[in-house]
């Protein structure tokens, strides 16, 4: 971990080598060990915490919670030394316990303790790791209010399946920002609020306003900074307004300079961000908000019922009239609302996410596909069955030619 620590290099790759590295070279160790977890738990998870802080800037009043979830629950997928010699436990266990040797398993029943009798009711590994993360999503649900904003509302709100897209972004932060962005997670960034609950500031006060100053505040709530919340709002307007195919649509109509004011369709009292007229006569009305993550769905409400009129006038005109609620977080999250929005990317040919996969167990990888399913909807995931002895499936031009969308 000195070695690492000392190494000029993006914390996210620290915490790969970490992961893939140090973990595996403790495994043969924990697995022989007679050690205790509480051992474990107490110097090499202490040892382990010390430094992830260190990489990702977390301050000690800082949970780590977050960082634990998978990607897809915006968390860095790793697991402490303590969580790993679990893991290596209950597979020696396992094997001990499930041999066909009677002998062995003889051994199990007598090497049966007080200690290891813990380990025993794991069935796999993946169960370890499962109750470990079912834990830190207690914490965060039941435990630690004020630092879970962020992680109740996304696991309330969140589009699951544009989440996957979220660890993709991230890692390709620099350093700084990919540190800010953990920060912003579990809310331990040094806003005014944040500073005086740590005993470092007197006052709460935003330095430009007189209300609080809490990340809501600094990420959507100061007036202050309103010139640069509408910036990123018209960026992001911007770029799906200059990025849609040009074959299926008639005209597009953006409440950006660039462009046609929805105003000419809609009248002066609506204007709504983005029109996009089809050939086929469809009128997609899209309306975008960025907003702090715990104002997802506030954000999605409160334009329906502004436009909710509008829409109804507008059917009258058009083979089909569309409202695209694109609520999305100051961070990235998209409510579940804008489900719309991929439905228009679809409707545009533009968005053609299909997961390939392979595993070498089958059961495994039915389950997945359907794990896949339930997330991405039917028939967009592929399960690709594979043996070891099955080569052609890892010929690098048969993967390419399957993977090319
Ligand atoms: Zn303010």
Redesign the pocket.
């Known amino acids: 971990m000195k070695k690492i620590d000392l190494n000029p290099l993006h914390p996210k790759n620290k915490i790969l080598l970490y992961n893939r590295y140090v973990l595996s070279k403790l495994s043969w160790h924990l697995t022989i060990t007679s050690i205790s977890k509480t051992w474990i738990s107490e110097n090499l998870d202490s040892l382990f915490t010390q430094y992830v802080r260190k990489w990702l800037e977390v301050p000690i009043s800082g949970t780590l919670s977050n960082i634990y979830l998978t990607s897809n629950k915006f968390g860095l997928n790793i697991i402490p030394p303590s969580t790993k010699f679990l893991q290596c436990q209950v597979t020696i266990r396992n094997a001990l316990k499930s041999s066909p040797n009677e002998s062995i398993i003889h051994l199990w029943k007598s090497t049966t303790n007080h200690t290891n009798i813990q380990y025993d009711q794991y069935s796999s590994t993946k169960e370890v790791i499962k109750s470990f993360r079912d834990d830190q999503v207690d914490k965060l649900t039941n435990q630690l209010t004020y630092q879970s904003s962020f992680f109740t509302s996304v696991s309330r709100f969140s589009l699951t399946q544009v989440n996957t897209i979220w660890p993709a972004c991230q890692s390709k932060l620099p350093k700084n920002i990919f540190n800010f962005t953990i920060r912003y997670i579990n809310n331990s960034l040094p806003t005014r609020r944040n500073l005086q609950r740590w005993g470092l500031s007197s006052s709460s006060e935003?330095s430009?306003?007189i209300?609080p100053?809490s990340l809501l505040?600094v990420v959507a709530g100061?007036s202050?900074y309103l010139d640069r919340f509408t910036w990123r709002h018209d960026s992001i307007l911007n770029f799906i307004a200059n990025n849609l195919p040009s074959e299926h649509i008639q005209t597009i109509y953006a409440d950006l300079s660039s462009f046609s004011n929805p105003s000419t369709i809609t009248g002066d009292d609506y204007r709504p961000d983005l029109l996009i007229l089809t050939k086929d006569n469809c009128l997609y009305i899209l309306e975008l908000t960025v907003g702090y993550e715990t104002n997802l769905r506030n954000n999605v409400n409160r334009k329906y019922s502004k436009y909710k009129d509008m829409i109804m006038e507008q059917k009258k005109n058009y083979h089909a009239v569309n409202f695209i609620n694109l609520s999305i977080s100051a961070l990235g999250v998209f409510d579940k609302e804008s489900s719309g929005f991929i439905d228009m990317l679809e409707h545009f040919n533009l968005d053609k996410a299909h997961v390939y996969f392979v595993d070498v167990d089958v059961n495994e990888g039915k389950n997945v596909q359907k794990e896949f399913e339930d997330k991405f909807g039917e028939g967009m995931a592929t399960f690709l069955e594979c043996n070891v002895t099955d080569k052609n499936i890892f010929d690098s031009k048969a993967i390419l030619a399957k993977y090319s969308y």
Request: charged content about 10%.
């Open positions: 935003c430009f306003c209300n100053e505040h100061c202050s």
